[in-house]
């Protein structure tokens, strides 16, 4: 089974400044996606970003990219330019690609604040 | 359209109430999620229909009862619940594994 671990359960950041919240996980699958998920207070969960394991290059979402080591199974997300907007808990999520139903298996979480 | 709809947004129930919780999606998904999201963790799958067909059940209590009635719709029906069974309740949709979730607001569950 695969798992996902988030191991910064807290992080702060001031607007403005540049912050990477860590990620990795543990399969024995070749190809998978991976997705950064924001949820706000507003409870709704918002997808970030995604990227394919077969692809080498880091996804980018405007202020938003991933370093995705595919051998060290990690999946880090860099929020540059921080902004109040960006305060939410950040979930890391492994989605394997056989069949259209897959689960998606998420990590712990990491609550970002961002301060003035 | 875009969204998930998940009506309502809030839910007060007694333990020995019925009540069911709704999503809809109109964007040709063809399968449906139901997570549980405790306060401060990640969501955890219930219930995975696909083509209409229950594909995934993560041996949820019997006192969930989901039901897919057609390709945009999602119900699930609560009965007997207890007061550990308050959670938010979110429902997903995807089209491909590649594409990730469409996610709507939830229902905040309080069993009373």
């Known amino acids: 089974a695969q798992t996902v671990t988030q191991s910064q359960p807290e992080m702060s950041v001031q607007e403005a400044e540049t912050v990477t919240l860590s990620c990795t996980y543990d399969t024995s699958e070749s190809d998978y996606y991976l997705f950064w998920y924001k949820q706000p207070p507003s409870r709704q969960m918002i997808l970030v970003i995604r990227?394919?394991?077969?692809?080498?290059q880091n996804a980018t979402e405007n202020r938003f990219s991933v370093n995705f080591q595919k051998a060290a199974k990690s999946f880090s997300l860099k929020i540059s330019d921080s902004q109040l907007g960006d305060a939410a808990m950040y979930f890391c999520?492994?989605?394997?690609?056989?069949?259209?139903?897959?689960?998606?298996?998420f990590g712990t979480g990491t609550r970002l604040q961002v301060t003035l | 359209d875009t969204e998930v709809t998940q009506t309502p947004k809030h839910l007060v129930m007694g333990m020995t109430n019925k009540k069911s919780l709704k999503c809809e999606q109109h964007m040709g998904h063809r399968a449906m999620y139901w997570y549980k999201q405790k306060a401060k963790k990640p969501p955890e799958l219930m219930f995975v229909y696909s083509y209409e067909k229950l594909s995934i059940n993560e041996s949820v209590p019997s006192r969930f009862s989901p039901e897919c009635p057609n390709s945009s719709l999602l119900n699930l029906h609560l009965h007997a619940l207890q007061p550990e069974d308050s959670a938010l309740y979110l429902c997903?949709?995807?089209?491909?594994?590649?594409?990730?979730?469409?996610f709507g607001s939830g229902t905040r569950l309080t069993v009373v």
């Open positions: 999520a492994y989605r394997s690609p056989r069949g259209t139903a897959s689960k998606l298996t």
């Open positions: 990227q394919e394991a077969y692809k080498q």
């Open positions: 997903a949709s995807s089209s491909g594994t590649g594409i990730g979730y469409t």
